[in-house]
C-alpha cells in the first residue's frame, strides 16, 4: 500500500498472521473449490503443485522464480499471513496484490488448497 515501509509490512503481514483466522474448515469441497480457484488466478506462477514452476516463469516471461508454497517458509507460516500476502502483494514485490481480484473468502478457499499441496 502507498507510502509504507519494510518495517511498516512486515508488522502488518505478521500481526495479520496473529490476528486473522481462517474462518473455513479443510474439508473436500472447500479444498475442491479452492483448487478451482487456484487454477485460475495462481497456478500460472506458482505451478500445477506450487513449486513455483508456473508458465509465467518457465516460459522466461517473468524473470523471478515465484516462491515454492510447499516449502517450510510458507507452510510454517499461519493462514492469516497467507491472506495478507493474497490480499496485499509480497513483502518483496514480486508477487502482486489480488485483494482486488479475489474475494474475501475464496482467498481462504486457496489457502485451504494450498495446505492440502504439503499434506
Keep these: 500500500y502507498p507510502g509504507a515501509t519494510i518495517t511498516d509490512r512486515v508488522v502488518n503481514q505478521t500481526l495479520a498472521g496473529v490476528q486473522l483466522v481462517n474462518p473455513l474448515t479443510g474439508d473436500t469441497g472447500t479444498i475442491a473449490e479452492g483448487?478451482?480457484?487456484?487454477?485460475?488466478?495462481?497456478?500460472?506462477?506458482?505451478?500445477?503443485?506450487g513449486k513455483g514452476d508456473g508458465y509465467l516463469y518457465t516460459s522466461g516471461l517473468f524473470p523471478a522464480k515465484p516462491r515454492s508454497l510447499v516449502e517450510t517458509f510458507i507452510t510454517s507460516k499461519p493462514d492469516g499471513e497467507l491472506y495478507y500476502v493474497i490480499t496485499m502483494g509480497s513483502i518483496s514485490g514480486l508477487m502482486g496484490p489480488h485483494g482486488s481480484q479475489i474475494a474475501p473468502e475464496k482467498r481462504w478457499k486457496i489457502i485451504n488448497y494450498i495446505r492440502s499441496l504439503s499434506n
Design 35 to 49: 483448487k478451482r480457484l487456484y487454477t485460475i488466478f495462481c497456478v500460472d506462477c506458482h505451478g500445477d503443485q
